[in-house]
C-alpha cells in the first residue's frame, strides 16, 4: 500500500490588479487525505464546483475519499478576484483484510430485533453525525488516540468469516483491553453510546468545520455527549464490545461524512 505524501502550498496571491487572494493550504493529497486552508474569511471556496466552507476565521478543509484519485479544481474568489488550482490526487492501492471466526449473528444478521436495533442505532449516531460544532478544535493539532500494532488499515476491502463487505474505513489499533485512548484533537462530543450492535461502546467527537473522530469496541467511555475535550484528554479505554474478535480500537475519521485515512492525516505512530 503507498503511504501517504505530505504536501504543502506557499501563500499563493491572485495577479489581479484589484484585491489579492491569499490561498495557503498544508496536508496530504491521496485517497482518503485531508488538506487545510486559509483564506480570506470573506472568500468563497469550491472545489470541483461544489461550494466549502469557510470560517470566520478563513480556514476550510478539503477531503479526499477512498476513490478521489485524479484532478480536483478547487477556487478561491474574494469579490471579483479568484485564484485556480488543480490539485492532482494521488492514487492508492489497497489491501484485502480477511477476518474469521466472527459470530455469524454479527456478520449477516438475520433476526428481526437485531435489525430493528441496528436501524434505530443507526440513526441515532447519523443524527449525531449532522452536529456543527462552531469551534475550530483541529487546531490544537493531532495526535494518535492510542498506541499499538496497526492490525487493520483504512480502505482495505473486508472478508468477514469468507463474505466480501464494504471497505474498512478507520485504523485499527490493537492494545491490551483497558489501554487508555484519547482525543484526537480538541473539540465538543457529539455522540456517546453504551453498547452498539456492531460498535459497541462508542464515542464520536466534532473537531469543526465537519471534521469528526470515533472511536469504537471500546471497554468504556468517560465521557458525555456535550463535553469538551482538548486533545490527548482521555476519553474511553480499549475493549473488545460490538464485533471484535479482540481487544482494540477502531479509530475513523470523516470530513462531512466522508470517510478518511486517520494514517494519512497524522502520520507514523510514535
Given at each position: 500500500?503507498k503511504?501517504?505524501?505530505?504536501f504543502?502550498f506557499a501563500?499563493?496571491?491572485?495577479?489581479?490588479?484589484?484585491?489579492d487572494?491569499p490561498l495557503?493550504l498544508?496536508g496530504?493529497a491521496i485517497e482518503?487525505?485531508?488538506?487545510?486552508?486559509?483564506?480570506?474569511?470573506?472568500?468563497l471556496?469550491t472545489?470541483?464546483?461544489?461550494a466549502?466552507e469557510?470560517?470566520?476565521?478563513?480556514h476550510?478543509?478539503?477531503?479526499?475519499?477512498?476513490?478521489?484519485a485524479?484532478?480536483e479544481?478547487?477556487t478561491?474568489?474574494?469579490?471579483?478576484?479568484?485564484?485556480t488550482r488543480s490539485?492532482?490526487v494521488?492514487d492508492r492501492?489497497?489491501?484485502?483484510e480477511?477476518?474469521?471466526g466472527l459470530?455469524?449473528?454479527k456478520?449477516s444478521p438475520m433476526?428481526?430485533?437485531?435489525?430493528?436495533?441496528?436501524k434505530?442505532?443507526?440513526?441515532?449516531?447519523d443524527e449525531?453525525?449532522?452536529?456543527?460544532?462552531?469551534?475550530?478544535g483541529f487546531?490544537?493539532?493531532?495526535?494518535?488516540p492510542?498506541?499499538?500494532?496497526i492490525?487493520?488499515?483504512?480502505g482495505s476491502?473486508r472478508?468477514?468469516?469468507g463474505?466480501p463487505?464494504?471497505?474498512h474505513?478507520g485504523?485499527?489499533v490493537?492494545?491490551p483491553e483497558?489501554?487508555?485512548?484519547g482525543a484526537?484533537?480538541?473539540?465538543?462530543?457529539a455522540f456517546?453510546h453504551?453498547g452498539?450492535?456492531f460498535?459497541g461502546k462508542t464515542?464520536?467527537?466534532?473537531?469543526?468545520?465537519?471534521?469528526q473522530?470515533v472511536?469504537?469496541?471500546m471497554s468504556?467511555?468517560?465521557?458525555q455527549?456535550?463535553?469538551?475535550?482538548e486533545?490527548g484528554?482521555?476519553?474511553?479505554?480499549i475493549?473488545?464490545t460490538?464485533?471484535?474478535?479482540?481487544?482494540?480500537?477502531?479509530?475513523?475519521l470523516t470530513?462531512n461524512?466522508?470517510?478518511?485515512d486517520?494514517?494519512?492525516?497524522?502520520g507514523?505512530?510514535?
Amino acid at each position: 500500500m503507498k503511504r501517504a505524501v505530505a504536501f504543502a502550498f506557499a501563500l499563493l496571491t491572485a495577479t489581479s490588479a484589484h484585491a489579492d487572494v491569499p490561498l495557503q493550504l498544508s496536508g496530504a493529497a491521496i485517497e482518503g487525505g485531508l488538506v487545510i486552508g486559509k483564506t480570506s474569511p470573506s472568500a468563497l471556496v469550491t472545489l470541483n464546483g461544489k461550494a466549502v466552507e469557510v470560517a470566520p476565521d478563513g480556514h476550510f478543509l478539503l477531503g479526499f475519499g477512498r476513490d478521489s484519485a485524479g484532478a480536483e479544481t478547487l477556487t478561491v474568489a474574494v469579490g471579483n478576484d479568484r485564484v485556480t488550482r488543480s490539485i492532482e490526487v494521488e492514487d492508492r492501492t489497497f489491501k484485502i483484510e480477511r477476518i474469521d471466526g466472527l459470530p455469524d449473528r454479527k456478520v449477516s444478521p438475520m433476526d428481526p430485533k437485531d435489525l430493528a436495533r441496528i436501524k434505530i442505532e443507526k440513526a441515532a449516531m447519523d443524527e449525531a453525525k449532522t452536529l456543527r460544532e462552531a469551534r475550530l478544535g483541529f487546531l490544537s493539532g493531532f495526535r494518535w488516540p492510542a498506541t499499538g500494532r496497526i492490525s487493520g488499515v483504512y480502505g482495505s476491502q473486508r472478508v468477514l468469516n469468507g463474505r466480501p463487505r464494504r471497505p474498512h474505513f478507520g485504523t485499527d489499533v490493537a492494545a491490551p483491553e483497558g489501554t487508555p485512548v484519547g482525543a484526537m484533537a480538541a473539540g465538543r462530543v457529539a455522540f456517546v453510546h453504551p453498547g452498539m450492535f456492531f460498535n459497541g461502546k462508542t464515542v464520536l467527537i466534532d473537531h469543526g468545520l465537519g471534521l469528526q473522530s470515533v472511536y469504537i469496541h471500546m471497554s468504556e467511555a468517560r465521557v458525555q455527549a456535550g463535553d469538551w475535550v482538548e486533545a490527548g484528554n482521555i476519553i474511553g479505554a480499549i475493549g473488545k464490545t460490538g464485533r471484535a474478535t479482540g481487544p482494540h480500537l477502531h479509530f475513523g475519521l470523516t470530513l462531512n461524512g466522508l470517510p478518511l485515512d486517520p494514517e494519512a492525516i497524522l502520520g507514523k505512530m510514535p
